[in-house]
């Protein structure tokens, strides 16, 4: 007789809907299930948008802490992943306004070997010396041009291309129309563009 309830790793299988409806019914081993699947995320996408992993940590905290008391506001409950992420970014832009701090592109460098081919790093240099040391130098290139952008240009571009979010998503996010994103994410591509010129 197994009266035990299942597994906390059992609920890894359901998808995010049925756990998003789940949890939203106060069942709060479902919402720990999606805590886990989407939290390496919720925490990478932090990291950027702070520069810093305690601060991370603490955004994916608030986050979730948000997301517990408003998943009745959830509609599309196969949309958890960017739901989270909307909050995760908000919480961010929060920190960093708290922080007042501008040096949270300090390692940039590591947020983009962590995961975008958009310097053409990655593993096309593995096992190349020469390659490898020419990733790292765009890298770096790649890392100052992004840091030199004015800060509303930097927040668009690292929602865009990091956390892969829509310019209706980014307006929400940031609060401003969905015009003004496509302007800023326009300037900061010919900036980008333009430092980087010499790089292709």
């Known amino acids: 007789m197994t009266g035990s309830p299942p597994a906390p790793d059992h609920f890894d299988l359901v998808p995010d809907a049925l756990l998003a409806g789940r949890a939203a019914d106060g069942d709060t081993v479902a919402f720990e ?11 990478a996408s932090a990291r950027r948008l702070t520069g810093s992993l305690a601060d991370a940590d603490d955004v994916v905290q608030e986050s979730l802490v948000q997301a517990w008391k408003q998943l009745d506001t959830l509609r599309d409950g196969d949309a958890v992943k960017s739901w989270l992420l909307r ?20 390692d940039l460098d590591q947020r983009l070997a962590a995961g975008s081919g958009l310097a053409g790093g990655g593993a096309a240099g593995a096992g190349n010396p020469e390659a490898a ?17 004015p800060e509303e240009q930097r927040r668009c571009w690292v929602l865009k291309q990091f956390n892969d979010q829509s310019y209706e998503e980014i307006a929400q996010t940031l609060n401003i129309s969905v015009a003004s994103v496509r302007g800023r994410l326009a300037r900061a591509r010919v900036a980008l563009a333009r430092e980087m010129e010499g790089w292709r």
Not at 33 to 43: E, N, Q, V
Not at 87 to 106: E, F, G, M, P
């Open 133 to 149: 040391a020419l990733s790292g130098s765009r890298m770096e290139a790649l890392k100052a041009a992004v840091a030199a952008l």
């Open 33 to 43: 299930a999606l805590a886990r699947r989407h939290g390496p995320l919720m925490r």
């Open 87 to 106: 909050i995760t970014a908000s919480r961010s832009i929060d920190q960093v306004r708290r922080r007042k701090n501008h040096s949270d592109l300090s």
